[in-house]
Every structure is written in structure tokens, then in C-alpha cells.
């Protein structure tokens, strides 16, 4: 525990630059990009979101997935997504955007929530935030599946120890993620 208290004194600048970063974001731009990155590579999905630009409002579902081939698994569903998204008039509310937003999870939509400036308080449980939860003793084993219910557990169980270790949740899901990958990214 004290090591990771220390790599968040040691983190807690560039995490704190970073979140920053994310509330001056474009929203639409942040909503594609958590569209993507399910079961992708974050940093190529950013690239994609960089090269689609203007794109991502004008192009149709073909040209998109053009763009999005060899970036992002599942191109041409997620090229689908971003088009009809852009006929939604967002609410900043984690449960709607998972009930109106296709393509949309529970840690899609913390994701863009945290990215936007509006996720404190939620948990982004990918793989790097489960595996240190589980190094930490905050879960016992790994889930095989996120259920809607287990998400909802296992997020409430990174909240108490969230507030135990005073590391916010929205610091400590990118602090777990510097920790896996020796960066502060999305």
C-alpha cells in the first residue's frame, strides 16, 4: 500500500495536468473515442479519432470504417456507432448514455464521463483497474464477465478503497493505468 501511495505523490502532477486536459476536450470527439477502444488499443484509436477530424461529423458509416480498419477492432460496428451518435443530444448522465448510446457500456461511459470532466466518482474497470484491484486485495479474483450488477460491486468496492487510501477515483483509475503502462493517457 505504501508504494502506491507513493506512486501516486509521484504521478499525482501529470494525473492532475491530465484530467485538466480531458474537461477542455471537444465532447464528440471524446464520446468516438470511448466508442472505440473497447477491446483496442487506446493509443491507435486516438490516432484514428485525430485522422477522421472533421470526419467524424460528415463522413458516412463506409468512409469511417475505411479509417477505422486496422486501428480498432470491430470497424465497421464502431464506425455505425459514430455516425448514429451524432443525431444524440447527450445527457452527462452515466445511465442514459448506456441506455441511448449504441456501443455504449458501463465503463464506456464512465470513460467519456471522466474524459469530459463529469466522472468523478465513477470507475473505469478495464483490465489494468481489475488486475490492481485484485493485487491491492480490493477484489478476491479477477471477474470472467463485468455484469451490470458485478460493475456496480466492484465499483463500489474502489470507492471505499478510493476514500481509505485518499486517492481520488478518478486519479486512481489513470494512476492504476501509469502503473501497468508507464504512461498517463486517456
Partial sequence: MQQLIKNYELRKEEIVKRLRGFSKSNVFEELCFCLLTPQSKAKRCDVAIQELGEGLRTLGVKEVAEVLKGRCRFHNNKAGYIVEARNKELVFDRDWLVRNVKGLGL??????????????????????????????????????????????????????????IGVPMHHLDLLFWSMETGEVLK
Fill in 107 to 164: 465503463k464506456e461511459a464512465s470513460h467519456f464521463l471522466r474524459n469530459v470532466g463529469r466522472g468523478h466518482g465513477l470507475a473505469i474497470l478495464d483490465r489494468h483497474v481489475l488486475k490492481n484491484l485484485k493485487k491491492y486485495g480490493v477484489i478476491k479474483e479477477l471477474p470472467e464477465t463485468l455484469t451490470h450488477k458485478k460493475y456496480l460491486e466492484v465499483e463500489g468496492k474502489m470507492k471505499v478503497f478510493s476514500e481509505k
